[in-house]
């Protein structure tokens, strides 16, 4: 795109449409012991329903937590509502931290990993057995990884134009698996038995030299069932399609698992490639608010996109909330760029290129001339990037024009980005890996138990106003409530329950 057609399509957005821009966080992160051992305990009951609460619920595990932000107009609010959740969390679970990175520290035998409960309902069980699903399919280990998703809107998009910025950020991802990337080493408790290809390190590290996001590498939320699936990104149309195929489609591997054991229980909620929608695994998905009951699929067929939701960034162990504002400058200014540049369709050829881009700068993005592919041609990752934050220069400035005041907080976050590129060892993973190697034992996990420790200090040394913290109790009572209302109420069987819920019919 040229400079003149983007600066044409940045005026084109007034003042009002920009400040209507709208953020919210998801953050997951385990619960361990003092010694880093993954906590065993249910979720605690001060926090409320994993099953109905708004704002902290569960991801895979019971014993990890999930903290859910509002969808705010200022990067101020979201992090503010995102550190007095940690606040309200970390007075809830005593003794236990909330573990700070994103690849896990210490874990008891898969089969000992606890899987989420949420209670008796139809529609809590089926939570359950699809965890029990995931873990039939990929093991339990893999499930523990935890991350950060960024869900961003524009007033005013129309489904191509989420689409086209989908597309765009699928090309452009590498940039932020090397720049916010942060899970280059992990556990041997995690590659026991693995085939894993990372080199040793102390007594419990595995790592590789030149990595940026384990996470989002082979190790990481990877499937080889779901790299069969072809799914294009140039229409609701087609996305939707492909998606209905995974989901209703029998897989030969699942097939064979079944649904139910012989002892008569479920062990996963069906046999097709994709059990739900929310078991497609991708940097970035189109999403759009459910009603009760209703299906992903078919929410988004019938009212169209509402907003991305960015699902490649890592736990950052440097910042006591995950991540900072810097980060979510930069993510405002690089979604924006990836929505304003040209985006032309894709094809099976250029997402199976993506997919290669995005494994080799996981595992090897900090690498000394690393070569990506764009089109028919390759060139390193460090120009590539380098393109990519010229471009992004007159949106950042636009950025603080509009809603930014005095500050300039979008350059800011620009201007660490090109330190960055200058200078690797500026890079969280590289940070990482220095920091676990300057400890005499090179421990991973004992290096993120100390920062799990400072984190867990920092937020308990906040204050929480008692109207607040009486108005988040009054949350939690209430979702409590909730849950045994919907469990009262009750009337269908399970197995009903899933076929009405499975059937195509729902789908859209």
Not at 53 to 78: K, R, Y
Not at 129 to 147: A, D, F, N
Not at 427 to 448: C, E, H, K, M
Request: proline residues 5%; glycine residues 8%.
């Amino acid at each position: 795109m040229s400079f003149e057609s983007l600066q044409l399509k940045l005026q084109a957005l007034s003042a009002a449409r920009l400040a209507g821009m709208r953020r919210g966080i998801e953050k997951e992160s385990l619960r361990t012991q003092a010694d880093g051992q993954l906590a065993a305990t249910p979720h605690p009951a001060a926090l409320g329903a994993a099953l109905t609460h708004p704002h902290i619920t569960t991801d895979f595990s019971e014993s990890q937590v999930e903290l859910v932000t509002g969808a705010n107009t200022t990067v101020g609010q979201t992090l503010d509502e995102l550190a007095t959740l940690h606040q309200l969390s970390y007075r809830a679970i005593g003794d236990e931290r909330l573990w700070v990175a994103s690849m896990p520290g210490r874990l008891p035998p898969d089969a000992q990993i606890p899987i989420g409960q949420y209670g008796r309902s139809n529609v809590g069980q089926a939570k359950t057995v699809y965890r029990h699903g995931l873990s039939h399919r990929y093991g339990r280990r893999m499930q523990t990884i935890s991350g950060i998703h960024y869900n961003w809107s524009l007033p005013g998009l129309s489904n191509d134009e989420y689409f086209g910025l989908i597309r765009n950020f699928r090309r452009h991802s590498f940039l932020l698996l090397w720049l916010f990337g942060a899970s280059p080493a992990t556990s041997t408790d995690f590659g026991a038995g693995l085939q894993h290809g990372l080199d040793a390190m102390g007594t419990d590290t595995l790592y590789l030299p030149y990595a940026t996001s384990l996470r989002m590498g082979r190790l990481g939320y990877q499937s080889d069932a779901q790299a069969s699936l072809r799914v294009s990104y140039n229409h609701l149309a087609g996305y939707g399609a492909s998606l209905q195929d995974a989901l209703t489609q029998p897989y030969p591997a699942y097939e064979a698992l079944g649904v139910k054991g012989a002892d008569g229980r479920y062990q996963q909620l069906s046999t097709s490639l994709l059990q739900i929608e929310n078991e497609f695994y991708g940097t970035i998905r189109p999403k759009r608010t459910i009603q009760s009951g209703e299906r992903p699929l078919h929410a988004l067929r019938q009212r169209g996109v509402e907003y991305v939701e960015v699902r490649c960034m890592d736990l950052d162990p440097f910042e006591p909330a995950g991540i900072g504002a810097q980060t979510s400058h930069f993510l405002d200014a690089f979604l924006l760029h990836c929505l304003l540049s040209d985006s032309p369709q894709d094809t099976p050829e250029e997402v199976a290129a993506l997919a290669r881009n995005q494994h080799r700068t996981a595992a090897r993005g900090r690498e000394p001339g690393l070569l990506l592919e764009r089109g028919e041609q390759t060139l390193t990752l460090t120009d590539w990037a380098a393109e990519l934050l010229t471009q992004m220069g007159p949106i950042a400035d636009l950025l603080d024009q509009r809603l930014a005041g005095d500050g300039r907080p979008h350059q800011a976050a620009l201007a660490a980005a090109r330190q960055m590129l200058a200078n690797p060892a500026l890079t969280p993973s590289a940070r990482v890996l220095a920091a676990i190697q300057a400890r005499p034992d090179a421990s991973f996990v004992g290096w993120v138990r100390e920062r799990s420790d400072a984190v867990r200090t920092h937020f308990l040394a906040q204050p929480l106003p008692a109207t607040a913290a009486e108005r988040w109790a009054a949350m939690a009572r209430e979702s409590l409530a909730e849950q045994a209302r919907i469990e009262a109420a009750e009337t269908q069987n399970f197995d009903d329950f899933l076929k009405d819920y499975l059937s195509p019919s729902q789908l859209g």
